[in-house]
């Protein structure tokens, strides 16, 4: 049933019904990062049911079968642990870090709550409430709001360009019989992958698993998600009460599975991935235009977005849109040196090392790569392709996603 990677402490079974078990045995610590893993996020949701997996992610620690809420909280917390869950645009995970002597509490804690959920319908309105709450605190946010904005642009009329948290529309309309439809059709049992690392043996893992899903009923999955429409670039602005005008310049790019996703990583960490970074250097502190600019890059299994984003004073934001657009060029114009190229591959290098330090970081890893790929990439193989990226690949991926004529750009400026 197991299968070990050489010369690491990767594992992987399956078990009967499909849910997969992956984990990482790291002898040298005393502690365990435990995640139950389901393959849905906020673009397996219907327009009218928008905002439903984040709900289901609140709504799941009020209560389940084996215990009620406050047990919950203390299950982890009593023994010096930690529970928490998260939603993204494609998965949703509850994860559990604990000493190494209380893993059997770990995976029973998260099983439950993906498995036998109650829903309390005293909860329910008192929670919308909170996740309502949770949605003006986003909205408050200018640099959250724009990046919505941004999102919703990218991926007109798709549910990836809805924000994960939903809408007060969409929430306020979620029925306890519909949360239970939602989980019985979507946390199957060929989604869960159930991810270990740190001082566990993978058997042990096995086990518990397996006794934590018995008598678990799975329905069958319901179709596949729903596939990308076109892009069609947008420029437009907005006002908000804000003392800064706050631009974001992005577009359409790679996906995890793309053979240039590595270069893109490399150039994102050239153009804005630190103080060292060109925008940085170029526009902060030559210009002193902003205090906060970066690059970003996010990658979905069929699409991703990559772009600029920058807070600074309105009076400044033409000139900093053209210096921005300046950049971009450069890098369409000509290689990087080998200065520069060096320099953020050890950056990238670096950071992907001193990531794997913490037992969360190493389950996530361990998951994601499972959720995305099938299979486990080992560090050295990360470096070997990381290491082989060359100044040509950046330039080439520059050339592709760096048109001007596919940017959306996004103005925030303050009302008045």
């Known amino acids: 049933m197991s299968r070990p990677e050489k010369e690491t402490g990767f594992h992987k079974s399956v078990l009967d019904g ?4 992956v984990t990482e045995h790291i002898p040298s610590v005393r502690s365990i990062s435990v995640g139950a893993w389901i393959e849905t996020g906020s673009r397996d949701e219907s327009d009218e049911h928008a905002g439903i997996c984040h709900f289901i992610e609140h709504m799941v620690f009020k209560g389940t079968r084996k215990r009620r809420m ?4 203390e299950r982890l917390e009593s023994v010096g642990g930690y529970l928490n869950a998260f939603t993204t645009k494609e998965h949703t995970c509850f994860y559990a870090r604990a000493l190494d002597e209380h893993l059997d509490r770990s995976i029973d804690t998260v099983c439950d709550l993906i498995l036998r959920p109650t829903f309390p319908a005293r909860e329910l309105e008192r929670e ?3 996740v309502v709450e949770e949605m003006k605190m986003y909205e408050d946010s200018a640099e959250d709001y724009a990046f919505d904005l941004l999102e919703s642009a990218l991926y007109r009329g798709h549910a990836l360009g809805r924000p994960i948290i939903g809408f007060e529309s969409t929430v306020r309309e979620l029925s306890r019989d519909r949360l239970f439809d939602f989980m019985g059709s979507h946390y199957t049992s060929e989604r869960i992958v159930i991810a270990a690392a740190g001082n566990v043996r993978h058997e042990k893992v096995v086990r518990m698993v397996e006794k934590a899903v018995k008598g678990h009923v799975f329905s069958s999955p319901v179709n596949d998600r729903t596939k990308l429409n076109g892009y069609k670039p947008e420029s437009f602005t907005r006002h908000r009460p804000t003392q800064q005008a706050h631009l974001i310049v992005g577009t359409r790019s790679y996906g995890v599975h793309h053979d240039k996703r590595t270069a893109l990583s490399i150039l994102n960490t050239i153009l804005g ?37 920058m807070g600074t004073d309105p009076s400044k934001l033409h000139k900093s ?13 000509r290689e990087v040196s080998p200065r520069k190229l060096t320099r953020a591959l050890n950056q990238v290098k670096g950071s992907i090392m001193l990531g794997l330090e913490g037992m969360g970081s190493r389950m996530m ?3 994601r790569q499972e959720l995305y790929y099938g299979r486990y990439y080992s560090l050295d193989e990360i470096m070997e392709e990381v290491m082989a990226v ?4 950046v330039q080439e991926v520059a050339c592709e996603l760096f048109n001007p004529d596919n940017y959306t750009i996004v103005e925030l400026l303050p009302e008045g």
């Open 18 to 21: 499909g849910i997969r078990v």
């Open 365 to 367: 890893r361990i998951a």
């Open 70 to 73: 406050h047990q919950i909280a």
């Open 321 to 333: 849109r053209q210096l921005i657009f300046r950049e971009l060029k450069r890098l369409v114009d």
């Open 390 to 393: 060359q100044a040509s690949d």
């Open 128 to 130: 919308k409430d909170v």
């Open 273 to 309: 991935g630190g103080m060292s970074s060109l925008l940085n250097q170029n526009i902060r502190e030559k210009y002193g235009y902003c205090y906060n600019i970066y690059s970003f890059c996010n990658m979905h299994s069929d699409s991703g977005e990559f772009g600029v984003y």
